[in-house]
């Protein structure tokens, strides 16, 4: 894990534009938790924050509350306007293609991989379906208040620098989230025996897909059967649990491949291949290249303009 927290220096930005911004430091210039928002010009946020293509380094969520924008997540596009929310995850690729209005009001929170496993927090379905399918989704304007209310209290923990609260406060703004999403698509709040286990499966998967693929290794810890798992899975999410362990392995590898100058040999070992030959097929099978071709390619390299930007990153 200390290995994937490298990457996130890579992700150099200005603050600068910001509000307001509270936070408590991490190991790595990504936060261990930061909120901020936003209000002003759109051509500022998008020149001066993060570049214009990136692997997410932390769990990301936003708030659009004024204005709006357009924006690739995992080669997908969306339209975000006012009272919309998108929630991802960490190695999801990330395109901001361009804003819809001139000003804008947002809402954002960032969460380190080392404080959301020390958090221990098991997603509810609602969330997962939105990660893995669709992370955009639309909220009420009453619905925004209440998001607005949590920041604010956010804002007061961490700037008490209080981990423990701030965790606490976390989980049930994420419950909260879950139970909008919940509402909308006609679910119940109270989530199934089914439900529970895929959102403790998709947890795990984020933590160890770097160095355990087999899902065997999964149902053990969860201590279920292989097959009750994958059963589980498929009809709670619509898709295999192998191929879950398969997507997050793929983000992986494409993060390490974009941000840093390990050998495609290294790569291959940090993710627990057995050798560059079994990496490759992998690799191949899932993004239709090879992995020194992912590598060559610009259109791949979302950090390239960014490292060779004159912006410089704010100290906070």
């Not at 919309?84 to 809402?107: A, K, N, V």
């Not at 496993?117 to 098991?122: D, G, K, S, T, Y």
């Not at 209310?149 to 606490?168: C, P, Q, W």
Request: hydrophobic share 40%; net charge neutral; charged share 20%.
């Amino acid at each position: 894990m200390l290995k994937n927290q490298e990457n996130e220096n890579k992700i150099l930005a200005d603050f600068s534009v910001f509000k307001w911004m509270s936070f408590i430091p991490g190991e790595t210039s990504v936060d261990d938790i930061a909120v901020m928002k936003f209000d002003g010009s759109t051509t500022g946020l998008f020149l001066k924050t993060l570049p214009t293509e990136f692997f997410s380094p932390c769990y990301m969520i936003q708030f659009v509350t004024k204005g709006g924008f357009r924006a690739s997540i995992n080669n997908q596009d969306y339209s975000l306007h006012a009272n919309d929310g998108y929630l991802i995850i960490p190695d999801f690729f990330m395109r901001r293609l361009q804003p819809t209005s001139d000003h804008m009001e947002l809402y954002v929170m960032s969460i380190s991989r080392k404080f959301m496993m020390e958090m221990n927090l098991q997603f509810p379905l609602s969330l997962i379906s939105h990660i893995y399918i669709h992370p955009v989704w639309h909220m009420s304007a009453q619905k925004i208040q209440g998001v607005i209310h949590y920041f604010g209290l956010l804002r007061e923990v961490i700037d008490t620098k209080n981990r423990t609260a701030a965790m606490h406060l976390v989980n049930s703004f994420f419950h909260f989230l879950a139970g909008d999403i919940a509402k909308h698509q006609n679910e119940y709040t109270f989530f199934s025996r089914n439900e529970e286990i895929t959102g403790r499966f998709m947890h795990l998967v984020d933590a160890y897909c770097d160095r355990h693929h087999n899902l065997d290794w999964y149902a053990g810890q969860l201590c279920l059967t292989t097959r009750y798992v994958a059963n589980t899975v498929r009809q709670t999410l619509g898709m295999t649990a192998s191929a879950c362990i398969e997507f997050a392995l793929t983000q992986r590898a494409k993060t390490l491949l974009c941000t840093t100058p390990l050998p495609i040999q290294a790569i291959a070992d940090q993710l627990g291949f057995q050798n560059q030959s079994h990496f490759g097929t992998f690799f191949k099978r899932h993004t239709g290249c090879s992995p020194a071709a992912f590598r060559k390619s610009p259109r791949d390299r979302p950090y390239a303009t960014q490292q060779e930007s004159s912006v410089t990153p704010a100290a906070h």
